[in-house]
């Protein structure tokens, strides 16, 4: 026996030491970024600070507040208000659009610009139909510019809303109907007693979304470099690649960095703050009130043209758009585009969620301040936009690769080149990095399923912390794990900006393939990228539509 217990102790010492290291390099990496764009930033003195803010800064600051206030106005509105219609209101459809109003999560944003630019510029089939019915010339009438800072909003507001709505709906269906109830029982009206009960209620659920749809806002590249709105995230990239301007880049991503960090400590105060106690909660059913007529009417409205605006139409445009180009979905050139993609999607999932996995399972194992350190480093890289992550990996790894050839020049008269900057293994790496959170936010929901008799049990039978995870953990976690692969592997596929900035040479994806198509007005061209990206979206979001439609 004490044999038996002098092998185990070992074997558990080293496991926890693996864990821990493997944690440790992971935090590493996801706090890299943050800390180069930091130094790279103050390095480069005050002159080009002065010169930013003399020129641009002032104009990219308020560009993205702006764009970020009506994104956070437009997601909430349509969020919590279709939220709130299919959960507590019965009307013909509802539900049909309660599944429905998850399908814009598909699109990325800048598909939808592409989308909506053939349709509504000024050569655009609505313009030209206006002015050949009304004869009309260019100057006899006015449309609303699609390539602005209010069509940016609305291009981010159809696809980032589903985030609100699935957070709110979650919310409103756990509430219990006492207190809207009690409310009504006062002399409140539905609406009064929506706006100053379940809504209070609902608030951090809600403030949650919204604040994730704003950082996914100031991340945004692809749609508001098409659209020519000029934010931090098109300044990074200009400086770094148009005017060669490395310490500008770094200036104005720490700017951003800022504001992201800023938003991510909005969020968790408010989350760690407001605690909603319900002891009734599951002792009666919200009242359900059921439409008919001008309401009912109105609630399908309401609730189509979000579905309507944010995905039928984008697919029938951009299906009748890919008809007409010249692009061929099976030649080599496109098999290879697809191939790409894969490749970086599928090796970037299995890293991200195999880093998700060692942190969350160290937090489980053994908790304490450096766990939970990793793991709060870990989440902060959802709230770094790619173009921040981009620059904080080249600035170090561009040193390296630098320093280190210099030296093989000096001793050995060899030149080693760039070894590690322009590699797919640092494009990997910014994707971990940035996907890292969705990855650990359902491993973890899918941990909470086992109980911690099972590892006591696991330890009894003379396991380790690595025969634990692999014999107990991993076959129930299953489900999760798939999830948290296919959100990630999804997530790199619309990601543009690090893959713009860091792909190695001759190595396009569909991202990249469809916003240099869009770039050069060939949007018929960018249609088919764009739809195989789609299509690649919609895997993930018919698994949580699926979830959605379970009512409890």
């Known amino acids: 026996m004490s044999n038996a217990s002098t092998q185990i102790k070992p074997a558990k010492r080293d496991g926890v030491r693996s864990l821990s290291a493997l944690a440790v390099f992971v935090a590493i990496l996801c706090a890299l970024p943050m800390i180069a764009v930091f130094l790279a930033a103050i390095s480069g003195g005050t002159q080009t600070v002065q010169h930013l803010a003399q020129t641009v800064l002032g104009d990219y600051a308020r560009t993205t507040l702006a764009l970020v206030l009506l994104v956070a106005f437009g997601t909430f509105s ?18 049909f659009f309660e599944v429905a109003l998850v399908l814009p999560l598909a699109f ?14 000024h050569p655009g089939v609505v313009q030209s139909s206006l002015r050949a019915m009304m004869d009309w010339g260019p100057r006899d009438y006015w449309f ?73 806002t100031i991340a945004d590249f692809g749609t508001v470099a098409y659209f020519g709105v000029q934010t931090f995230a098109t300044g990074i990239y200009t400086s770094w690649f148009s005017l060669f301007d490395r310490v500008g880049a770094a200036q104005l991503a720490l700017c951003l960095l800022g504001f992201a960090l800023l938003l991510a400590m909005l969020e968790r105060l408010q989350r760690g703050n407001a605690r909603y106690h319900d002891p009734a909660r599951q002792s009666r059913e919200a009242p359900i009130a059921t439409l008919k007529g001008w309401q009912a009417a109105a609630a399908i409205t ?125 494009l990997v790496i910014a994707y971990m990095v940035r996907f890292l959170a969705a990855a650990l936010g359902a491993y973890e929901g899918g941990q909470a399923m086992v109980h911690v008799n099972m590892d006591a049990a696991s330890r009894s039978l003379g396991q380790g912390p690595i025969g634990t995870l692999r014999r107990v953990h991993l076959p129930i976690l299953t489900p999760s794990l798939l999830t948290a692969l296919l959100i990630v592997f999804v997530d790199v596929m619309k990601e543009l900006p690090a893959t713009l900035i860091m792909r190695p040479f001759n190595f396009d994806t569909l991202a990249v393939q469809a916003y240099q198509l869009a770039s050069d007005e060939r949007l018929e061209g960018a249609a088919v990228p764009s739809l195989v990206i789609v299509a690649m979206g919609l895997l993930p979001v018919i698994l949580i539509c699926r979830q959605v439609g379970r009512r409890p």
Not at 78 to 95: E, H, K, N, Q, S
Not at 155 to 178: D, H, I, N, T
């Open 78 to 95: 349509i969020g919590v208000g279709a939220a709130w219609l299919v959960t507590m209101t019965r009307f013909p459809g509802v539900r």
């Open 302 to 426: 309401l609730c189509g043209l979000p579905v309507l605006l944010g995905a039928v139409l984008p697919v029938i445009v951009l299906f009748s758009m890919g008809l007409g180009s010249e692009q061929n979905l099976l030649s080599a050139r496109y098999l290879g585009f697809i191939q790409n993609s894969a490749k970086l999607a599928t090796v970037a999932a299995l890293v991200t969620v195999g880093a998700a996995i060692s942190i969350g399972f160290l937090q489980r194992m053994r908790g304490g301040r450096m766990a939970q350190s990793a793991a709060y480093i870990a989440r902060l890289g959802y709230a770094v936009p790619g173009g921040v992550i981009a620059v904080g990996l080249l600035v170090p790894f561009a040193a390296f690769d630098n320093a280190l050839d210099a030296w093989m020049r000096d001793t050995f008269d060899i030149s080693t080149g760039l070894l590690i900057t322009g590699s797919i293994w640092l």
């Open 108 to 121: 990325p944003a800048y598909v939808l610009a592409y989308a909506y630019t053939h349709v509504l510029d």
């Open 144 to 216: 609303p510019e699609i390539r602005s800072l209010g069509g940016a909003a609305c291009m981010l507001v159809l696809v980032l809303y589903p985030y609100v709505y699935l957070l709110a709906r979650a919310a409103f269906v756990q509430q219990s109907g006492s207190t809207f109830l009690a409310a009504r029982a006062l002399g409140s009206s539905p609406w009064v007693a929506f706006f100053k009960v379940s809504l209070p209620l609902a608030r951090p659920a809600i403030a949650g979304g919204v604040l994730l749809t704003v950082m996914e």
